[in-house]
């Protein structure tokens, strides 16, 4: 599985922003996918996860603020995010999880600015 991520960029405090992350090649029907992020310094951390069945969880730092959500026939995860704080700086990662393995992308990076 190869997946390609976007939507990184700057913004102001209290600004939105969409990551995407497309999967291509053998995805299993059953996976989570999910986005990591990394800020300078930190650890990478979860953010937002989603499942097949579409079943969610958040990292209580962004619940409220950002949705993960996905698009089965495009093989795609979204990352809404709103309300924006300067220390959700980080270089965000999508993950996919399945069929026994794991697949990172590769990071895009979200400033946010005040």
């Known amino acids: 599985v190869q997946l390609q991520a976007c939507g990184g960029g700057l913004v102001q405090v209290g600004g939105s922003l969409r990551l995407s992350c497309a999967a291509s090649g053998s995805i299993s029907s059953i996976n989570v996918m999910g986005w990591y992020r990394q800020a300078p310094g930190k650890q990478r951390e979860l953010v937002a996860i989603?499942?097949?069945?579409?079943?969610?969880d958040y990292a209580d730092s962004v619940k409220g603020r950002f949705t993960i959500s996905k698009d089965n026939d495009k093989n795609t995860v979204y990352l809404q995010m709103d309300s924006l704080k300067s220390e959700d700086t980080a270089v965000y990662y999508c993950?996919?999880?399945?069929?026994?393995?794991?697949?990172w992308g590769q990071g895009t990076l979200v400033t946010v600015s005040s």
């Open positions: 993950k996919y999880i399945g069929g026994g393995r794991s697949t």
């Open positions: 989603i499942g097949s069945s579409s079943t969610t």
